[in-house]
């Protein structure tokens, strides 16, 4: 429908033309109308649309006697007949540069929500990391405080604290004890005092 757009007719029609399109439809036999200087008619029967006989955009009104199943190419040549070639290509290009637009914001809106998502996971990976440095460092202390109450040296205990760092998912004690067989690789252990390492753990 030139002048006013045009509307698939196999689609959802617009309400304007309420029952009226159907009665289109079938006065035309779902068939474009635009008929050749041969009088041949147009034997397009997919990607119809209802064309404005006096356009829209001059008043015309969405009425079965003023509207008319064309193809998509014939509509277009009815519309530059009507308004001049000039004008369609101008629609035409500025519709072109709206969709262009259009796309170009979709993919800045895309780029823009992976950067956020990246980030995101960035933030959270660093978030994670520090929290398990964080536990790290304090099963250290408490390696360290343990050795420290064995009479160990800091030296000592700062060398076996950072070797318990390498066992996953331990407890203190497995921490302790694995420790000690990192100082002391002997089978039963004392402290300076003469007492059971092991005993004191």
Known sequence: M???GS????????????????AVWERDQGQCTFVGESGKRCPARKFLEFDHIEPAARGGQATVENL???CRGHNAYAAERAFGAGFMTE??????????????????????????????AEAETRTRAQAAAAEAEAQ????????RELRFRAG???????FCATIPD??????????????????RIHSRD???????I
């Open 156 to 162: 000592e205990a700062r060398r076996a604290a950072e």
């Open 68 to 70: 008319r199943l064309r």
């Open 2 to 4: 030139h002048g006013g």
């Open 91 to 120: 629609k035409r290009e500025a519709a072109r540069s709206a969709a262009a637009r259009a796309r170009t914001h979709a993919r800045e809106a895309e780029a823009k929500a992976r950067a956020q998502a990246a980030a995101k």
């Open 194 to 200: 003469g007492t059971s390492l092991a005993a004191r």
């Open 7 to 22: 509307r698939s007719a196999t689609g959802t029609i617009h309400e304007q033309y309420a029952d009226g399109s159907r």
């Open 140 to 147: 250290a202390r408490d390696v360290m405080a343990c050795l």
């Open 170 to 187: 331990a407890t203190l004690e497995e921490r302790v004890r694995a420790a000690l067989k990192f100082l002391c690789p002997k089978s």
